[in-house]
């Protein structure tokens, strides 16, 4: 449905977009309350807060890369970064009185 709000935008259709915007927004409404609605009274307010930022956040996509570490790629963009004809500015110092 937001594919199609978004290529209903871009063509101008704004009025159709609009329409298809509400729909979206009834069926997200409903999505959460049927979330929300699982959690009881009895489970406490750690559960409500797991909800919630279950809703908002959604869920995190494992970007783990089998054989890549954090040094590997330090390596790499050190290497990659380093120019072997440069040469440091010579400073006159300063003469401030």
Same mark, same amino acid.
Request: proline share 2%; hydrophobic share 40%; net charge positive.
């Given at each position: 449905?937001?594919?199609?709000?978004?290529? %209903?935008?871009? #063509?101008?259709?704004?009025?159709?977009? /609009?329409?298809?915007?509400?729909?979206?927004?009834?069926? $997200? @409404? *409903?999505?959460?309350?049927?979330?929300?609605?699982?959690?009881?009274?009895?489970?406490?307010?750690?559960? %409500?807060?797991? #909800?919630?930022?279950?809703?908002?956040? /959604?869920?995190?996509?494992?970007?783990?890369?089998?054989? $890549? @570490? *954090?040094?590997?790629?330090?390596?790499?963009?050190?290497?990659?970064?380093?120019?072997?004809?440069?040469?440091?500015?010579?400073?006159?110092?300063?003469?401030?009185?």
């Amino acid at each position: 449905m937001l594919w199609r709000k978004n290529r %209903l935008m871009r #063509a101008g259709k704004v009025e159709k977009a /609009g329409a298809l915007s509400l729909q979206i927004g009834k069926k $997200i @409404t *409903a999505q959460s309350r049927l979330l929300l609605n699982k959690i009881s009274v009895h489970s406490g307010a750690k559960a %409500l807060w797991a #909800a919630v930022r279950q809703l908002t956040k /959604g869920k995190t996509a494992n970007t783990d890369v089998d054989g $890549i @570490t *954090a040094e590997l790629l330090n390596d790499h963009y050190v290497a990659m970064s380093t120019d072997a004809e440069y040469v440091e500015p010579h400073l006159r110092p300063c003469t401030y009185e």
